[in-house]
């Protein structure tokens, strides 16, 4: 079944005038990713050339997704948009909040029992305005999108920073927060800066203990958690052609880690094959007869250098499997140097969990190869040292595995379990036995993201990120330092055996199947649907407006925490055990800000309340602050906001009072989700001035009053001891972006055009 094939078919109808016009006014050959964008326009055809990494562009994206835990939010504020259904094909997933303890069955049923609330508002949401719902254990946001609704050439926003996912299936797929999530399901056009171009050229052929996942990892290594910031990662030559439509996915998936706006590869084979496997005949059909404009130029890929803004060149018949980690997913080493690196930095090298899925890998092609692995040492007689965990990505997916005996070779191992088709440990949502202990000790896994405390709560477990074959044979070996390539193990019988290169299949020979892929679909017309949301519930709160800025300089303000080092939107909103609350605004305003490290006494969640002098809780004090009518600034170091799409992290200080985020750098989703919600995102014109921020400062803005597009706001810092320092901030507000600060948010404003 084919979701939406007449939209498909009305993007590609208007690919060939589109892209001559773009190529006119350009004047030279288009990249893939400037095809999709510039067919993507707003206003249709091109009437100018976009400036890369200066332009403020508006598109209209042909579709957008939701994961249940942002969902929540962006739905909530759509409710507020006056619209009696939404304007682009959506749909929303449920796959956050299920938590990985016991195994498949009881722990889906555990989540249903606890979260029956939020997806039954979910249900009624979807079913009102037109969306599509997935319910419950029908599988992983990404991989269900991948495999029901990505299609070469589309653009897609989502609310989830993984949502580049699709680029497997070509598109440019990108992770917003909700704001423009609503922005689109509202009719409306959807703004980015025309983003840079990064491009990766794959030369050679992976073999042995490769895979697509160590493409990414040494991509990562190269690049840093910020080197893609602001661009698109655009996959070509050889080496990308070779690669499985999932094995693209998984690249596309963690070039989040980068900071990239999204990562994506040209329509080839592997696209049709995995088109076709999944029921979508019908997408090739109309994707071929436009198939040269669903690619870069050949110009463009013979002369990479003339047309992206920053080449890198990668042998795959070269590479070799990496180990990324811990604490962050840059820090990339060959595993043939692990063992020194490991022994250098001190370590644990024995491992008691690895865990295999996620949105990044937990296809039918990434469960086949760690299968394989597994299938090899039983047959050898070896038993695994760690416990190995599996989170299928989707129903499909699980049944079709279980159908072709995948899932019971996993269970050959006695300690495995079989999780839901759902994010848990991914996404901290994992009940680990003793992680409350706070041990030192290391897991490793084939997910994407590896911050402190992420996982399991335990801001002492070394997470390291690999790819599943590698996971299944680390999790043999119960070691780190193992390298199959090289290494032996020992059998029960005391034989020194090896284990096989890993073995899979890119699709099943039988085809996919499942009974049930636990989709809603909407009414027709959903007019009659109640939505209905206690007044007194924890879980769920309806929106009230921010208020919009008095046209006055902010004075008086304080300084709330000076944050220190890393702080990702897991240390702005902790996800885990606060996922609960991503429907109850105040609620979920109690996670604020607690995991970042206060500068001023290296510790979490223990700032100075300057109205007393004591020291308390961050969103405590952060209270006391707005109930004394005192606003507040925070103040934060490089890529301040890297990781997750979740608008939380900027509606958090928002709803408790703070007036502006000062930081050395952003990372985009973050920098823009501020603005979607009336906040002042700034960053530092001199990054030194970052010490010049004392925990007593006064704070004020002396030209706030003067805001305007690319001209820098003044701050003055009064100390205790009467001295002050002034300090320059720049800011990326277009006319547009300050006339929502003015009314208080991007909903506000669309509020009044409205009305």
Same mark, same amino acid.
């Given at each position: 079944?084919?979701?939406?094939?007449?939209?498909?078919?009305?993007?590609?109808?208007?690919?060939?005038?589109?892209?001559?016009?773009?190529?006119?006014?350009?004047?030279?050959?288009?990249?893939?990713?400037?095809?999709?964008?510039?067919?993507?326009?707003?206003?249709?055809?091109?009437?100018?050339?976009?400036?890369?990494?200066?332009?403020?562009?508006?598109?209209?994206?042909?579709?957008?997704?939701?994961?249940?835990?942002?969902?929540?939010?962006?739905?909530?504020?759509?409710?507020?948009?006056?619209?009696?259904?939404?304007?682009?094909?959506?749909?929303?997933?449920?796959?956050?909040?299920?938590?990985?303890?016991?195994?498949?069955?009881?722990?889906?049923?555990?989540?249903?029992?606890?979260?029956?609330?939020?997806?039954?508002?979910?249900?009624?949401?979807?079913?009102?305005?037109?969306?599509?719902?997935?319910?419950?254990?029908?599988?992983?946001?990404?991989?269900?999108?991948?495999?029901?609704?990505?299609?070469?050439?589309?653009?897609?926003?989502?609310?989830?920073?993984?949502?580049?996912?699709?680029?497997?299936?070509?598109?440019?797929?990108?992770?917003?927060?909700?704001?423009?999530?609503?922005?689109?399901?509202?009719?409306?056009?959807?703004?980015?800066?025309?983003?840079?171009?990064?491009?990766?050229?794959?030369?050679?052929?992976?073999?042995?203990?490769?895979?697509?996942?160590?493409?990414?990892?040494?991509?990562?290594?190269?690049?840093?958690?910020?080197?893609?910031?602001?661009?698109?990662?655009?996959?070509?030559?050889?080496?990308?052609?070779?690669?499985?439509?999932?094995?693209?996915?998984?690249?596309?998936?963690?070039?989040?880690?980068?900071?990239?706006?999204?990562?994506?590869?040209?329509?080839?084979?592997?696209?049709?094959?995995?088109?076709?496997?999944?029921?979508?005949?019908?997408?090739?059909?109309?994707?071929? @007869?436009?198939?040269?404009?669903?690619?870069?130029?050949?110009?463009?890929?013979?002369?990479?250098?003339?047309?992206?803004?920053?080449?890198?060149?990668?042998?795959?018949?070269?590479?070799?499997?990496?180990?990324?980690?811990?604490?962050?997913?840059?820090?990339?080493?060959?595993?043939?140097?692990?063992?020194?690196?490991?022994?250098?930095?001190?370590?644990?090298?024995?491992?008691?969990?690895?865990?295999?899925?996620?949105?990044?890998?937990?296809?039918?092609?990434?469960?086949?190869?760690?299968?394989?692995?597994?299938?090899?040492?039983?047959?050898?007689?070896?038993?695994? @040292?760690?416990?190995?965990?599996?989170?299928?990505?989707?129903?499909?997916?699980?049944?079709?595995?279980?159908?072709?005996?995948?899932?019971?070779?996993?269970?050959?191992?006695?300690?495995?379990?079989?999780?839901?088709?759902?994010?848990?440990?991914?996404?901290?949502?994992?009940?680990?036995?003793?992680?409350?202990?706070? *041990?030192?000790?290391?897991?490793?896994?084939?997910?994407?993201?590896?911050?402190?405390?992420?996982?399991?709560?335990?801001?002492?477990?070394?997470?390291?990120?690999?790819?599943?074959?590698?996971?299944?044979?680390?999790?043999?070996?119960?070691?780190?330092?193992?390298?199959?390539?090289?290494?032996?193990?020992?059998?029960?019988?005391?034989?020194?055996?090896?284990?096989?290169?890993?073995?899979?299949?890119?699709?099943?020979?039988?085809?996919?199947?499942?009974?049930?892929?636990?989709?809603?679909?909407?009414?027709?017309?959903?007019?009659?649907?109640?939505?209905?949301?206690?007044?007194?519930?924890?879980?769920?709160?309806?929106? *009230?407006?921010?208020?919009?800025?008095?046209?006055?300089?902010?004075?008086?303000?304080?300084?709330?925490?000076?944050?220190?080092?890393?702080?990702?939107?897991?240390?702005?909103?902790?996800?885990?055990?606060?996922?609960?609350?991503?429907?109850?605004?105040?609620?979920?305003?109690?996670?604020?800000?607690?995991?970042?490290?206060?500068?001023?006494?290296?510790?979490?969640? @223990?700032?100075?309340?300057?109205?007393?002098?004591?020291?308390?809780?961050?969103?405590?004090?952060?209270?006391?602050?707005?109930?004394?009518?005192?606003?507040?600034?925070?103040?934060?170091?490089?890529?301040?906001?890297?990781?997750?799409?979740?608008?939380?992290?900027?509606?958090?200080?928002?709803?408790?009072?703070?007036?502006?985020?000062?930081?050395?750098?952003?990372?985009?989703?973050?920098?823009?989700?501020?603005?979607?919600?009336?906040?002042?995102?700034?960053?530092?014109?001199?990054?030194?001035?970052?010490?010049?921020?004392? *925990?007593?400062?006064?704070?004020?803005?002396?030209?706030?009053?003067?805001?305007?597009?690319?001209?820098?706001?003044?701050?003055?810092?009064?100390?205790?001891?009467?001295?002050?320092?002034?300090?320059?901030?720049?800011?990326?507000?277009?006319?547009?972006?300050?006339?929502?600060?003015?009314?208080?948010?991007?909903?506000?404003?669309?509020?009044?055009?409205?009305?």
């Amino acid at each position: 079944m084919t979701f939406d094939i007449d939209m498909i078919k009305k993007v590609y109808e208007r690919y060939p005038e589109r892209i001559a016009i773009a190529r006119q006014i350009t004047g030279k050959p288009l990249t893939l990713s400037e095809k999709i964008l510039y067919t993507h326009l707003w206003e249709g055809n091109a009437t100018k050339e976009y400036e890369r990494g200066n332009s403020y562009v508006d598109f209209a994206p042909d579709r957008v997704a939701m994961q249940d835990a942002t969902a929540q939010m962006a739905l909530l504020q759509f409710m507020q948009a006056g619209k009696a259904k939404v304007a682009v094909p959506s749909t929303a997933h449920a796959d956050h909040l299920i938590q990985a303890r016991v195994g498949a069955e009881a722990d889906l049923q555990e989540g249903i029992n606890k979260n029956s609330e939020v997806f039954n508002f979910l249900s009624s949401v979807c079913d009102k305005y037109g969306i599509g719902f997935w319910k419950p254990g029908a599988g992983i946001i990404h991989q269900v999108v991948l495999e029901n609704y990505a299609f070469p050439g589309g653009m897609m926003i989502g609310t989830d920073s993984h949502t580049v996912n699709a680029g497997g299936l070509g598109m440019v797929a990108i992770g917003v927060g909700g704001a423009d999530a609503v922005d689109v399901m509202a009719g409306m056009a959807w703004e980015l800066k025309m983003p840079k171009l990064i491009g990766v050229k794959l030369t050679g052929k992976m073999s042995g203990w490769t895979s697509a996942k160590d493409v990414i990892l040494k991509v990562a290594g190269i690049l840093t958690v910020k080197g893609g910031t602001g661009c698109i990662v655009e996959y070509f030559g050889e080496g990308a052609i070779s690669l499985s439509a999932t094995g693209k996915g998984t690249i596309c998936n963690m070039g989040a880690e980068i900071g990239a706006t999204t990562s994506t590869f040209g329509y080839d084979d592997s696209m049709r094959r995995y088109l076709a496997s999944t029921g979508r005949q019908d997408v090739v059909d109309a994707a071929d @007869k436009i198939a040269e404009h669903l690619t870069g130029d050949a110009e463009v890929y013979a002369n990479p250098e003339q047309y992206f803004d920053q080449v890198i060149e990668i042998n795959l018949s070269e590479l070799t499997p990496h180990l990324n980690g811990p604490f962050t997913p840059d820090l990339a080493t060959p595993v043939s140097e692990f063992k020194e690196k490991a022994i250098a930095n001190g370590w644990p090298i024995e491992v008691e969990w690895a865990l295999i899925g996620s949105c990044t890998n937990s296809s039918y092609e990434d469960l086949s190869r760690a299968a394989s692995i597994v299938e090899d040492a039983v047959a050898k007689g070896v038993k695994p @040292k760690a416990i190995l965990g599996i989170n299928p990505g989707s129903e499909q997916v699980k049944f079709t595995a279980e159908r072709d005996g995948f899932l019971n070779s996993f269970r050959k191992f006695e300690n495995a379990r079989i999780f839901t088709n759902a994010c848990g440990p991914c996404i901290g949502q994992w009940d680990r036995e003793g992680a409350e202990k706070g *041990e030192k000790n290391s897991i490793i896994h084939s997910f994407n993201r590896n911050f402190a405390k992420r996982a399991d709560g335990n801001p002492n477990t070394h997470a390291f990120v690999a790819s599943p074959e590698m996971v299944a044979a680390i999790a043999i070996s119960g070691r780190l330092d193992f390298n199959p390539i090289t290494d032996t193990l020992t059998a029960e019988n005391g034989e020194h055996i090896r284990l096989n290169e890993p073995q899979g299949f890119e699709l099943p020979s039988k085809g996919f199947a499942v009974d049930d892929n636990g989709y809603q679909a909407p009414s027709a017309d959903g007019s009659s649907v109640q939505v209905n949301v206690s007044p007194t519930s924890d879980r769920l709160q309806l929106l *009230e407006e921010f208020p919009a800025w008095d046209g006055k300089n902010i004075t008086g303000a304080r300084v709330l925490i000076k944050a220190f080092g890393k702080c990702t939107t897991d240390h702005i909103s902790m996800a885990g055990p606060w996922l609960k609350y991503r429907g109850h605004l105040d609620n979920i305003s109690n996670n604020m800000l607690i995991g970042a490290v206060n500068a001023y006494n290296m510790e979490t969640n @223990k700032v100075k309340n300057q109205l007393d002098g004591s020291y308390g809780e961050v969103p405590a004090v952060q209270r006391a602050y707005k109930a004394a009518g005192i606003p507040s600034i925070v103040v934060g170091d490089q890529n301040y906001g890297e990781g997750s799409s979740r608008e939380h992290a900027a509606m958090e200080p928002r709803h408790l009072g703070v007036k502006a985020v000062l930081v050395k750098s952003f990372a985009r989703i973050h920098e823009t989700n501020l603005k979607k919600q009336g906040m002042l995102g700034l960053t530092f014109a001199n990054e030194a001035d970052y010490d010049k921020i004392q *925990e007593d400062d006064v704070v004020n803005f002396l030209d706030l009053d003067q805001f305007a597009p690319g001209k820098q706001l003044t701050l003055e810092f009064i100390h205790t001891d009467g001295t002050k320092d002034i300090v320059m901030a720049n800011h990326t507000y277009n006319a547009q972006q300050i006339d929502w600060f003015k009314a208080g948010s991007a909903l506000n404003l669309i509020k009044q055009q409205e009305n």
